[in-house]
């Protein structure tokens, strides 16, 4: 159990976890997900950590076949730039290790922002909190369990 998946059984809601057998030699964690869980690119989603105004942390999740566009980023959030947070804070931050941060359940809450195309699936996968697991979930209730906005964020 993760602190991904204690957060959306406390929210009651309706989820489904996928397992695959993690290569800790794939390029692209992502990718690797969507191969393994033969899934389309555009549907499974990476969480990033930015650094807002070099100030505040938030949140960025978009798809793995996209990047995410750090101008868009900082516009949704407000801020005049944003650029990708340091890994150990992003650890230090989440709870989570790099390859496997899941916007759900981290320890301390960061303004999030999901890609808007999210919108255009009943439903989609992020990390779980740890490679080799992602969590299949509306795009509605990660918004809910994240307190996320929906902006346009991918490049």
């Known amino acids: 159990m993760t602190p991904a998946i204690n957060s959306a059984k406390r929210a009651g809601i309706v989820f489904q976890l996928h397992e695959y057998q993690h290569d800790a030699a794939a390029p692209s964690y992502g990718q690797e997900a969507a191969e393994k869980l033969g899934v389309a690119v555009e549907q499974v989603f990476k969480t990033l950590v930015v650094k807002l105004d070099g100030k505040q942390l938030a949140v960025g999740i978009v798809p793995v076949s996209c990047q995410l566009g750090l101008k868009q980023i900082a516009?949704?959030?407000?801020?005049?730039?944003?650029?990708?947070?340091?890994?150990?804070?992003v650890e230090r931050t989440t709870g989570y290790v790099l390859g496997g941060v899941s916007p759900l359940g981290q320890k301390k809450r960061l303004p999030t922002y999901i890609d808007a195309s999210a919108q255009g699936f009943s439903t989609l996968y992020v990390s779980a909190g740890r490679r080799g697991l992602e969590i299949e979930l509306?795009?509605?209730?990660?918004?809910?369990?994240?307190?996320?906005c929906f902006a346009v964020l991918a490049t």
């Open 75 to 89: 516009k949704a959030a407000g801020a005049k730039k944003a650029a990708m947070a340091e890994p150990p804070e």
């Open 138 to 148: 509306s795009p509605n209730d990660l918004a809910t369990l994240s307190q996320g």
